[in-house]
């Protein structure tokens, strides 16, 4: 083979290697878009695939310029989603929150109801701090069984408000530990009740059950605290929670 066909087939070979790689790196490139339609349809495809960056790109200029468009609604509730999956909380609020300002009678309002929750409360903080947006999810994910009470989302949503309840009773548990630690029983049995008759479908009830008779004992209600106990033991037979408040009990009564 002469050396200039030799170069040849090596220069084709590089081309064809180059255009592998191109194609695998540049799987993601945009079609030419030549309507609005196809663009909202494009976006659709990309948003199935998991290919949220782009389709939020396509989203934004399509909602931007078809602001009257019969498909907006969709486009807006789509751009959010996107938002969502890309971490971005604040920006998956605002559109999810317009879709429900703006087209309350739409077909996207019951997930960007639902959707709306999932931003909220993907912001809130852990139980030791405030819980601003535990409490905004809590609000909207009723909300959504309220107003969507045969959505196929529902039993994924009463899921989440007890997500969002065992958080909120899980804050107050914390708070009367802390107020039992620092020897005092009367704020910390406050906080114990609440959970007791707020959260009482929550795991934190017979937790709070438990810190109302250890407050009762500091506050020298011995009986009444036995009493406590024993209503705990019969309640939760065979449970942890019942060994701890037998054990106390009996360190009470041998007292």
């Known amino acids: ?63 931007t310029q078809n602001a009257g468009s019969a498909d907006v609604d969709e486009a807006i509730y789509l751009l959010g989603d996107c938002k969502l999956k890309m971490k971005d909380w604040t920006a998956a609020t605002s559109e999810f929150e317009r879709v429900l300002r703006d087209f309350p009678e739409s077909d996207s309002a019951a997930s960007a109801r639902f959707s709306l929750g999932e931003a909220q409360f993907a912001q809130s903080r852990p139980p030791d701090f405030d819980q601003e947006f535990t409490l905004k999810a809590l609000a909207t994910w009723q909300r959504f069984l309220e107003e969507y009470p045969d959505h196929w989302r529902v039993p994924e949503a009463q899921q989440r408000v007890m997500a969002c309840r065992t958080r909120l009773a899980d804050k107050l548990m914390r708070t009367g530990r802390l107020y039992l630690k620092l020897r005092l029983p009367e704020p910390a049995r406050i906080y114990f009740v609440k959970i007791t008759t707020d959260y009482a479908d929550t795991v934190w009830s017979p937790e709070a059950e438990l810190g ?10 011995r009986t009444e605290a036995i009493e406590q106990l024993k209503g705990i033991e019969e309640r939760h037979a065979g449970r942890p929670i019942a060994e701890r408040a037998a054990r106390e009990r009996k360190r009470l009564e041998h007292s």
């Open 1 to 63: 083979m002469s050396a200039s066909r030799c170069f040849d087939v090596m220069r084709r070979a590089a081309t064809l290697v180059l255009a592998l790689l191109v194609g695998g790196c540049g799987a993601g490139v945009l079609p030419p878009i030549h309507s609005e339609a196809q663009r909202l349809d494009v976006a659709r495809q990309l948003h199935a695939k998991g290919e949220y960056s782009p389709a939020a790109d396509l989203l934004t200029t399509y909602v």
């Open 212 to 221: 109302i008779a250890m407050c009762d004992v500091k506050l020298g209600k």
